[in-house]
């Protein structure tokens, strides 16, 4: 398996050419694409229940022709997405829900013949029942197409700006991602990831299953998990930081803060990065917004998030790539 080692910063090249293909099987695993992680807490309420649907319901109106299928725990297999309209039973699913319900959906495109491909188009989401004593933390995972973003940043950003108020959020992140199938990350065969992380240092990851078990495993799941081009910090977080002015004050040139009622999101350059040396290294905004959340960053790993292509026990491998701007 290659990876391309020449990516140039544009969308026509990201999108056409940031490919991970596995020739044995002669499927896509990865994608170079947008990836936004966004945590929140008591994701059994009704009203973090509906923002999550509000959410869902903002990216199937961004990329109706793009989504093919949508699953929830109830459907067997992905149920077939009709334009233009809003599934009835994933609104009941998501919002009538009760407390002590686990609520999980899938939006997806999905093509039969690459159904290892990630996609540009994904929304994923996780609301966590009350009673449940593991997970504390509940949460939305999605992919853009780059040329979403670099079109218009700021809309991006106002859409990131929005779902973080509706849904509360503690701590997320956005930008430029290795782009996964939900639950392969750790459970590939193969360390597909890995290789892209190490390219392009700028780039995403979450492997948002494995990292829940990380944080909760010592009660620390409202700490932030990374940073990148957009950081967002819930008002706790915030507070852990010395307040809002005191965050703003760290942020050096071109740098952009946002407020959002509960938090902030932090912006560290005008677009998105890949991080590698050809493309123009890491932009210091990223280094400072790493800067900032180091002091209250997650890092009590146990075990590793990365799957790497060697054998290692601990969690050496993921620390190191959450620590690359600092």
């Avoid at 544009?10 to 050419?17: A, C, L, P, S, W």
């Avoid at 009835?88 to 998501?94: G, M, P, Q, S, Y």
């Avoid at 509360?168 to 890995?194: D, K, V, W």
């Avoid at 990065?273 to 280094?287: K, N």
Wanted: charged share 30%; glycine share 8%.
């Amino acid at each position: 398996m290659d990876i391309p080692t020449d990516l140039k910063l544009n969308v026509k090249d990201i999108e056409t050419r940031g490919i991970y293909r596995d020739d044995s099987v002669e499927k896509i695993r990865s994608r170079v694409g947008i990836l936004v992680s966004i945590y929140f807490l008591d994701g059994w309420t009704a009203e973090k229940r509906q923002g999550l649907f509000e959410c869902a319901k903002d990216y199937m109106t961004l990329f109706p022709e793009e989504i093919t299928y949508y699953h929830f725990d109830d459907l067997p297999r992905g149920k077939k997405w009709k334009v233009g309209v809003v599934p009835e039973d994933l609104k009941d699913h998501v919002t009538a829900s009760a407390e002590g319900d686990e609520v999980y959906f899938d939006l997806f495109h999905f093509d039969e013949a690459e159904d290892s491909d990630p996609s540009f188009c994904r929304f994923m989401a996780f609301a966590f029942p009350k009673e449940k004593t593991w997970h504390t933390l509940s949460g939305i995972k999605a992919h853009f197409p780059p040329s979403f973003v670099f079109s218009s940043p700021d809309r991006f950003v106002e859409i990131i700006r929005q779902w973080s108020e509706r849904l509360g959020a503690i701590h997320g992140s956005a930008g430029l991602g290795a782009l996964s199938l939900p639950g392969n990350e750790t459970s590939a065969t193969e360390a597909y990831y890995y290789p892209w992380l190490m390219q392009y240092p700028a780039l995403e990851y979450d492997a948002m299953g494995d990292y829940w078990n990380e944080c909760e495993r010592n009660r620390e799941g409202d700490k932030p998990r990374s940073s990148n081009w957009l950081t967002i910090l819930g008002r706790p977080n915030l507070d852990r930081l010395g307040g809002y002015v005191a965050v703003e004050s760290q942020l050096t040139k071109g740098m952009t803060m946002y407020y959002f009622e509960g938090g902030a999101l932090i912006r560290a350059s005008e677009l998105p990065a890949l991080g590698d040396e050809a493309t123009g290294g890491i932009p210091e905004g990223y280094r400072t917004a790493a800067r900032i959340i180091k002091p209250i960053r997650f890092e009590g790993y146990k075990y590793g998030v990365i799957l790497e292509p060697f054998d290692v026990d601990g969690p050496e491998i993921t620390l190191e790539w959450i620590r690359r701007f600092d």
